[in-house]
């Protein structure tokens, strides 16, 4: 089934209107002034911005995973808008409807402005005020005795977004405990690790040239709406389009605002885009297209083996898994690699997530590799994150004059450890059998599950979604676990399981909660502690650059921190001189922006100069293209040996081998950071892991080279199961922006959208309700041979036409029972919980009634949160969560069509 850009000029205006409508008013600005004393409604919107009086202060935007550069305007103390820093290489000066978003939870009614202490059960939500002293007194006594007793791992540190680089690693290296721990797996890790396998870790996202491009491959990729960099890849996605006439061809299961904008937008079977990819590859060989001298050059992998492995995934093969018909995949293969070099894959969690998710990515990955676009103008480019020489002499990152909490830092838990021993019989056996390289980085299950090696063996992904289920089954006991910027009690997969643990004071004895916002998560601690908000702290950045050349930009407070709230930088520094044994030696700094000057000592401009302009980067340095054939210095080469079978040059440190070139045409070349130094589209790695974890041989996972097969529950699937998908409003980040104001004036709800023929099979319409009804998967590990229903949800239905009929789609963000009254669609929070945050009860009430989609207003109500009934469904071996492989059963409940459901 194949769309094409005309048919979807309907669909997108479909689409476009009814999102709007509604007046724009209401979730109000600010009843907490400064200092925090209430202020009236109606005296806040008096004040308008007036460039006049108003400062403009350059930041980091912390509204989603982009980060932007942006300029925050400044008056009487508080911020009144956020524009585009032009500045920013990746942004271009451009920023989104989310950035303002940082001023609506800054200035939230609701937001925590001090420390709080559980009153009665956990859970409650009732709470005291208490001061920072004994807040930070009480953990600190909790945590002492761990570090004291040799038992440091007892304190689990879990965070979502953490932007402090390597502030948070600072406080748990020097507390000396390995569990530290992120949301990766739910996020991209199925993503990352095809990326990292094939180009090395240095390289754990592409910088597509897109400025320069003819043809994008798009296989899922949603940057129009959402997107690691999705801002960066708008503007020169159009302008490609629009100014250069270059295609865009995307695949989808839904008409995504992505795929509305594509030239071509296919709409495929989920999880068919490995066998699509596969059989573009084949077409490429066989019409004699690759640029074989590429290939033989930098691919580690022999081209005839290669062209022997691709034989049977023939178009025919690929368009009977996918739908797409065979000329057309034929037809796009051919138009990719014609255009190359300047053409580009692109691909994210669409198709990556999935059972079958890391080998598609790789297939798709391949592609680049064929037509030889790789570090070309216009191609599949690795943008550097190396910024200039710092003063070791190495092309680097901003360094710090702070002793590196190294004597702290957690030890392997090899055979012979104590902690070894304490590791259940079938997990030390295994790990026993781990190569020694694997075993330096084993630090228990929480960190580095052993079932999982692939999660981290490039760098630490973790797998967030198996953490609460570990502590379940005490693979791990844990004495004080501390969320920060985390939201798994409402957004993981089976989130329920995450709020049963986080309940349970014998599984978690003491919960910490730093957050800005009385959240799901927050509301199951036992302590909160107020964080800063990102208009009210520091926070150093850098990210991949698509403009190809690396930079770097400071996050620095606009304005003081409202209420109590203080930066995590300084909760974690004052813990840690509480708890003292030496721990605090790490934190050696009064002032955090002192802390970060020494940060950025080596920049090679001066610190004033940086803040007015808010990134640095160097204008002359060359772009980024072919990183791989740069020259090696002849001083490296001098000190380096040289592999005569490999061609790679070499350095021995501590009695490994660190390779750190090749040898191409006679020439000593960077190559790629693998060992191999080339692009490992083989890779040892995978069979190696699946042998070493009981993973059959025959598993599509364990294979060394790029490969397809169906995900094992959609084999067979029946005339009334359904492949349930999840996805992100363009106006909402995550579980966190629900109560933003301009975000929960456009889009407050989360219908189940699905084609009009599937609408017609099961005898709905738009409005209707239906219920949904999730299956725990079979086949693999950590799965029940049963197809057992995991949860159900009742929500209404909009018809979308252009999905693919066996998907139906529900977007994330909505549903909430916390976050405050606007995130609830209007209903109050529970009155000791807004007392505690001493928000003036009777501005709450009036919010409420501002709330116009409350259904008690007669509104659509404020959707459905849907993670409950989302399965724990790890990817074999790398651990990313398989979010769009779900089945599920469709039952109509009513039929009777809602009016207030707007299409
Ligand atoms: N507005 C907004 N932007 C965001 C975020 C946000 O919450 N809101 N979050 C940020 C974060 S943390 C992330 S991880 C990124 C995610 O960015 P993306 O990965 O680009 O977006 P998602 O919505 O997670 O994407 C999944 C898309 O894949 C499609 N899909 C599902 N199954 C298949 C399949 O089998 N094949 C194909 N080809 N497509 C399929 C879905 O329909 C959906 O559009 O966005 C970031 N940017
Ligand atoms: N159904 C479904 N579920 C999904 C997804 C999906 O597409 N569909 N996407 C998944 C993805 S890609 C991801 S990355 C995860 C995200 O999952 P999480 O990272 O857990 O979720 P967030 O909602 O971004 O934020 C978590 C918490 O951070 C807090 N917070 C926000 N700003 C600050 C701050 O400045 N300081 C502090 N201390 N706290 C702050 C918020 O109040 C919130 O409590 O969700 C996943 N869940
Ligand atoms: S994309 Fe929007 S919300 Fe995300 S960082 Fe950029 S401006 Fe902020
Ligand atoms: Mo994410």
């Known amino acids: 089934m194949s769309w094409t850009r005309r048919d979807f000029l309907k669909f997108s205006a479909a689409l476009s209107t009814g999102a709007l409508a509604g007046p724009l008013l209401a979730c109000s600005p600010s009843t907490v002034s400064r200092g925090s004393i209430p202020e009236s409604l109606a005296a806040l919107r008096e004040r308008r911005l007036d ?72 859970g409650g939500g009732r709470w005291k005020r208490i001061s920072w002293d004994q807040a930070l007194d009480e953990i600190a006594d909790r945590m002492r005795p761990l570090r004291e007793a040799g ?43 095809p990326l990292m396998s094939f180009y090395g870790r240095e390289f754990e996202w592409e910088s597509q040239d897109l400025e320069r491009t003819k043809y ?255 502590i379940q089954q005490r693979r791990q ?26 309940t349970d004071e014998a599984l978690i004895p003491f919960h910490v909660a730093i957050d800005v916002s009385y959240g799901e998560q927050a509301a199951l601690a036992d302590i909160i502690l107020p964080d800063a908000t990102s208009l009210e702290r520091w926070d150093a950045h850098s990210t991949n650059s698509y403009g190809l050349r690396p930079y770097t930009g400071i996050r620095q407070p ?12 300084i909760i974690w520094r004052d813990l840690a001189r509480r708890i003292g044994g030496g721990m605090e030696r790490y934190f050696d700094f009064d002032d955090l922006e002192d802390y970060y000057r020494a940060w950025y000592a080596e920049l090679p401009i001066d610190w004033e100069t940086f803040k007015a302009r808010g990134i640095w980067m160097d204008e002359d340095r060359p772009l980024d293209y072919e990183l791989h054939e740069r020259e090696v210095p002849a001083a490296e080469v001098a000190r ?26 006679g020439r000593p070349v960077r190559g790629f950071p693998t060992p191999s130094r080339k692009i490992e589209v083989r890779d040892e790695t995978f069979p190696l892991a699946a042998r070493l974890t009981g993973l059959p041989a025959s598993d599509i996972n364990a294979s060394a080279v790029p490969t397809y097969a169906r995900v094992p529950e959609h084999v067979d699937l029946s005339d009334d199961e359904y492949v349930l998908t999840t996805f992100k409003w363009n106006v909402h980040t995550q579980g966190r922006s629900a109560y933003w104001k301009h975000a929960a004036e456009i889009v407050h709800t989360n219908p189940v959208m699905m084609a009009p023929v599937t609408a017609e099979r099961l005898g709905v319409a738009t409005g209707d309700e239906v219920e949904l009804t999730t299956y725990r998967p079979k086949g693999a590990s950590d799965r029940s041979g049963e197809r057992d229903p995991v949860g159900r949800l ?34 109050p929070t529970i009155a000791s919980a807004r007392v505690g945050m001493n928000a003036d009860t009777s501005e709450l009430d009036a919010l409420a009634r501002e709330i116009w989609w409350s259904k008690d207003r007669g509104g659509v109500g404020h959707g459905v949160a849907i993670n409950d009934v989302y399965p724990i469904n790890p990817a074999p071996l790398v651990g990313g969560q398989n979010w769009f492989d779900n089945v599920c059963r469709i039952r109509r409940v009513s039929g009777q069509k809602d009016p207030r459901t707007r299409a």
């Open 216 to 470: 994008v491959l798009n296989f899922g990729g949603n940057p129009m709406e959402a997107y690691q960099g999705g801002l960066f890849m708008r503007k020169r996605l159009i302008d490609a389009k629009v100014d250069r006439g270059a295609r865009i061809v995307t695949f989808e299961v839904r008409p995504s605002a992505t795929a509305s904008v594509s030239t071509e937008y296919h709409a495929v079977a989920p999880a068919s885009d490995g066998a699509i990819a596969l059989a573009m590859a084949r077409t490429i060989v066989d019409e004699g297209l690759a640029d074989r001298a590429f290939w033989e050059r930098w691919a580690n992998w022999d081209f005839d083996e290669m062209r022997a492995h691709l034989e049977p995934f023939t178009s025919a093969f690929a368009e009977a898994e996918s739908g797409v018909a065979a000329t057309d995949i034929e037809r796009i293969a051919r138009e990719f690699a014609r255009s190359a070099p300047a053409c580009c894959t692109m691909s994210n969690r669409g198709s990556a997530k999935h059972y079958n998710g890391v080998q598609a990515d790789r297939a798709i990955r391949m592609l680049d590799v064929l037509v030889g676009n790789v570090g070309r103008p216009g191609g599949f480019c690795l943008s550097s994150l190396r910024m200039w020489k710092n003063r070791y002499g190495q092309e680097g990152l901003p360094v710090i004059d702070q002793p590196a909490p190294r004597p702290h830092a957690p030890k392997p838990w090899k055979p012979g450890t104590r902690e070894f021993e304490t590791l259940p019989r079938d997990v030390q056996e295994r790990v026993r059998a781990f190569p020694e390289e694997w075993q330096e980085r084993y630090f228990g299950e929480l960190a580095t599950p052993s079932e999982y090696p692939l999660s981290w063996h490039w760098y630490a992904m973790r797998v967030g979604q198996l953490v609460h289920p570990y």
């Open 151 to 193: 038992t440091p791992e007892r304190f689990v540190f879990h965070y979502g977004r953490d932007k402090t680089k390597g502030f948070s690693k600072r406080f748990t290296d020097a507390f000396g405990t390995p569990n530290r721990l992120n949301r990766r797996s739910i996020c991209s890790s199925n993503r990352r690790a």
């Open 558 to 569: 606009l304005v003081e921190p409202l209420g109590e709230a203080r930066p995590a930088q």
């Open 794 to 827: 009742r929500n209404r239905v909009r018809v979308v036409p252009g999905m693919h009929p066996r998907v139906v789609a529900c977007a994330h963000h909505s549903g909430h029972w916390e976050h405050g009254v606007v995130a609830r669609g209007g209903e």
């Open 640 to 665: 380096a040996e040289i592999d005569p079978e490999s061609q790679t040059l070499f350095v021995q440190k501590d009695g490994k081998r660190h390779t750190i070139g090749i040898v191409r045409d």
């Open 51 to 122: 460039y006049r009086k108003a400062r403009a202060v350059p930041t980091i935007c912390f509204g989603c995973t982009t980060h932007c550069g942006v300029i925050g305007w400044v008056q009487d103390d508080r911020v009144r808008l956020v524009e585009g820093n032009p500045l920013d290489p990746n942004s271009q000066g451009t920023i989104c409807s989310k950035a303002n978003g940082m001023i609506s939870y800054t200035d939230y009614p609701e937001r925590i402005l001090y420390p709080m202490r559980r009153v009665g059960p956990r």
């Open 477 to 502: 006991e844990v004495d004080v676990y501390m969320s920060y910027t985390l939201g798994a009690a409402y957004g993981f997969p089976e989130a329920r399981l995450a709020r049963e643990v986080l």
